[in-house]
């Protein structure tokens, strides 16, 4: 990774090595927030911009974290705007962003291919941090980073992912990776909200959860967009909860060694019973914590490679 | 940025083009033989004519063909005339070969009244490229409420009536437009296009899955020509669809033409040169509506073409600002430009290919769009108005921001080499070469 990639733009672009170096590297920066003093001076002099164009408060701070426990400075341009919002444009934006001197871009944007159009346009580094329903890489990291700290290997294992597929930038990056690290993926949620063409992604598609629920090794529940309720994609939560919601009495239901994952924030009593919180399975906190190394390895990678290229001119 | 005058242009009154093969669509034959002009009529056809003082050019390996005809195209005069003139635009047409275009009625404001359509009459006349010929807004507005003056259009010019940019929803709006249009012989254009399947702009598909693009199905366009088909049938009028797509649409318009309905069709060479593929780039110049489609739907699309299904090749020459198309894929606005790379996309993907002969591409740029519209064109033969153009099918290319004549430059054909293309149109008495 160090010597191919400029950018993070998403999963697809890395190969099995590409993935397992970011982990490697998480896994040391993993102990470093274990210490009294979780800071390295790893980028020290270093500028990352986290330029955020949806509303985002845990990876948001997960990448400010991030930085500052490499040492490097960090600034904030938040601003929610959709996709009709006009005003300045994205470019203008990174223009202006990048004449004030950084090294890195982190960008969530409501739409999709907006990172890969910035970095076509700037020198910094960038990173996906969310864009639309197509990536959200370091979530997928994360997750896999975390799989792997319980299960090891995720060779031959199942993975279920429940829920909204068809916006979810989450469910698009987990597939990619975990199919990269040999696991076998299968999606379940209502038709309205799987795309047509989802086998195509490399996954297995269910709409009936009771059918694969039992059998899988590891479930991720996605977060329900509660708008989505209605004539557009279901009925009621509560009709959702009982068909595709991980209840107390599913719960009770799934092998004992399974692992629950949720990329946050939960809607408790729709995807997820309260339940689910308490039990030894989910290892949700645990995936927040990971983000913060998985974050810094990504960085830590991106600024050695993008000052390789400059060494180089 | 007006670079408009990047053409040269010459009066003569007598003109003799020497040495080319004359292609005639109507008789589907191409023929070697001197075409000679006197103020601005083909007086002589034959072989080694005589040049009698008359300026000679030489056209020997070349072929001469009537002008083209753009039946779909957007000039953006009036409303935004940093993006196209009726100026750039017809000089664009020239260029490519198109010595008359249609400029659909997407203005601002839209060409819905008899004012409208003699403003760019008088425009095209007094810049003296291409001719053209408006069509006019088919309902207020363009709005698909109330019904336009399309009579009082009619009578200033306009040759066809559509809202195209949008569909008109109303199924009953759509069956008044058609009815109406009876009286007048003129054709209704539909741009098909069932809005509340619309959820975006990228072809719902393996690839608008895979990069979580918010899609339209080609449902979207073949179920609104299927409704349009059946209300053309309803009312016995003439309906034309703009720029077929999809395989699904393409199977409905083959089987609306067996049933008698008198129906035509166009495609542009967008959908026969690329597919959904481009969308893996996020890169707005191929963001299009209807949008660029599967490797089948662009087999279809040829198909159809070949077997007389599709009957017209148009550009759909949508001019866009850089400003507005150097963003995200999801905030741009959909056009592409066409109107200098159509005859090169389909000599390569159609004739070189073997799909069909050079006659029938330029029956596809020519008598076909003329039949639709009730446009005088004519063959290049003694009696008839001067209006032809010289091509040189070996002429290699590559398409280039500095080969543009458009104000705009929103082509994703930038890069591509070409092979074949139009160095010189005359019309009347005036030569322009390229």
């Known amino acids: 990774m160090k010597a191919r990639l400029k950018h993070l733009l998403g999963i697809e672009q890395l190969t099995r090595e590409d993935i397992l170096a970011v982990l490697d590297q998480a896994g040391s920066f993993r102990e470093v927030l274990s210490r009294p003093i979780p800071v390295v001076p790893a980028l020290r002099g270093r500028t990352v911009v986290n330029l955020f164009f949806e509303p985002s408060t845990r990876t948001l701070t997960s990448f400010q974290l991030a930085a500052s426990r490499l040492s490097a400075q960090c600034v904030n341009f938040s601003r929610v ?11 203008d934006t990174c223009r202006n962003i990048e004449a004030m001197g950084v090294d890195g871009i982190v960008l969530r944007h409501s739409l999709p291919g907006a990172p890969h159009f910035l970095a076509r346009h700037t020198r910094a580094f960038v990173v996906n941090a969310g864009d639309g329903a197509h990536e959200h890489p370091t979530q997928a990291l994360l997750d896999a980073f975390t799989l792997r700290a319980r299960l090891g290997d995720l060779a031959g294992r199942r993975v279920l992912i429940v829920g909204d597929i068809a916006h979810s930038r989450v469910a698009r990056s987990n597939i990619l990776a975990l199919t990269k690290l040999g696991a076998r993926v299968a999606v379940c949620g209502p038709p309205t909200l799987v795309p047509r063409f989802c086998e195509e992604l490399g996954c297995e598609v269910f709409y009936r959860l009771d059918r694969v629920l039992y059998e899988v090794d590891v479930v991720n529940m996605l977060r329900v967009q509660l708008e989505r309720i209605g004539a557009s994609s279901f009925p009621t939560a509560r009709e959702y909860r009982d068909h595709y919601g991980l209840t107390a009495a ?18 408790w009593g729709v995807e997820m019973d309260f339940e689910v919180s308490q039990h030894p399975s989910a290892v949700v906190l645990d995936q927040v914590t990971n983000g913060v190394a998985v974050r810094m390895a990504v960085l830590f990678i991106l600024a050695g490679a993008e000052r390789t290229d400059k060494d180089h001119e | ?14 003109l003799l083009l020497a040495g080319g093969t004359v292609v005639d669509p109507w008789q589907r034959r191409a023929r070697r033989g001197d075409v000679f002009i006197e103020d601005g009529s083909v007086t002589g056809l034959g072989p080694r004519l005589s040049a009698r003082g008359a300026e000679v050019l030489d056209c020997s390996g070349l072929h001469l063909a009537p002008g083209f005809v753009d039946m779909h195209c957007h000039l953006r005069e009036p ?17 490519g070969g198109f010595t008359r275009v249609c400029p659909m009625p997407n203005t601002e404001p839209a060409v819905d009244n008899a004012a409208q359509v003699e403003f760019q009459l008088r425009r095209a006349a007094a810049v003296g490229y291409a001719r053209v010929h408006p069509i006019g807004a088919c309902t207020r507005a363009r709005e698909g409420r109330e019904l336009a003056e399309i009579g009082a259009m009619v009578g200033a010019g306009a040759v066809a009536f559509s809202d195209d940019g949008a569909s008109i929803s109303n199924p009953m709006v759509m069956r008044r437009a058609l009815e109406y249009c009876k009286a007048f012989d003129v054709p209704v254009i539909a741009h098909c296009e069932l809005p509340e399947l619309v959820e975006g702009l990228a072809h719902e598909g393996t690839m608008s899955t895979r990069l979580g693009l918010a899609a339209v199905p080609d449902t979207a366009e073949a179920a609104q020509a299927a409704r349009d088909v059946l209300l053309a049938e309803l009312t016995g009028s003439r309906l034309h669809i703009a720029h077929v797509s999809a395989a699904v649409t393409v199977d409905v318009i083959r089987w609306a033409k067996a049933r008698g309905v008198m129906v035509t069709a166009e495609t542009c060479p967008h959908y026969f040169a690329l597919t959904d593929e481009t969308l893996a780039r996020f890169d707005a ?5 209807p949008p660029l489609r599967t490797e089948h739907d662009r087999r279809a699309v040829i198909q159809g073409l070949a077997d007389g299904t599709i009957d017209a090749i148009a550009t759909d020459h949508a001019p866009h600002s850089r400003a507005e198309k150097e963003t995200e894929w999801d905030s741009a606005p959909p056009g592409i430009i066409g109107l200098e790379t159509a005859f090169s996309l389909g000599y390569e993907l159609l004739v070189k290919s073997g799909v069909m002969s050079l006659v029938d591409l330029i029956r596809k740029l020519t008598v076909a769009p003329a039949q639709i519209l009730g446009l005088p064109i004519s063959p290049v033969e003694p009696g008839r108005p001067a209006e032809l153009v010289v091509l040189n099918l070996d002429a290699r290319w590559v398409c280039s921001l500095d080969s543009i004549r458009s104000r705009s430059r929103n082509t994703p054909f930038l890069g591509r080499k070409m092979t074949g293309r139009v160095t010189a149109a005359v019309v009347g008495r005036t030569r322009f070469s390229f």
């Open chain 1, 250 to 267: 599913r719960l009770s239901r799934l092998r004992p060694e399974v692992i629950i994952t949720h990329p946050g924030p939960v809607n």
């Open chain 2, 79 to 95: 409303g935004r005339e940093d993006e196209e003139t009726i100026e750039s635009g017809t000089c664009a047409a020239l260029a």
């Open chain 1, 81 to 91: 705007a959709s996709s009709v919002t006009k005003g300045e444009s994205l470019l």
């Open chain 2, 1 to 14: 940025m007006s670079k408009a005058v990047n053409i040269e242009r010459r009066e003569s009154a007598r």
């Open chain 2, 285 to 289: 110049v191929f963001r299009v509506n």
